[in-house]
């Protein structure tokens, strides 16, 4: 069984950077498609990043474009998620997954979240 499991969230200020962490256990790091994604308190799931099986394609929500960058390491079976320019409106729990194929259509395995709080 698939287990993701986040780490890196906590209390930055605004403008502030910091590096989000996921590990990939008990299945196949290569074939997935790995994914960042957040929920705020009151909202519905937003999309973050998103990187392909092979590393070769990102992809990124408008809300983050140009801040964050995503990133997978194959050796350590770890995606990461660069934030920079840190605002406010980034505070979240944020949510690691991974699935097979487009992420548009779903993943399929999700991490129990980690918190980032943006405040000064």
Known sequence: QVQLVESGGGLVQPGDSLRLSCELS???FSIYTLGW????PGTEREFVAAISW????TYYGDSVKDRFTISRDYAKNTVDLQMSSLKPEDTAAYYCAAGIGDFSYGMDYWGK???VTVSS
């Not at 092979?54 to 394609?57: D, H, Q, T």
């Open 26 to 28: 008990g299945g196949t």
């Open 37 to 40: 994604y957040r929920q705020a």
């Open 113 to 115: 979240g980690t918190l």
């Open 54 to 57: 092979n590393g070769g394609n």
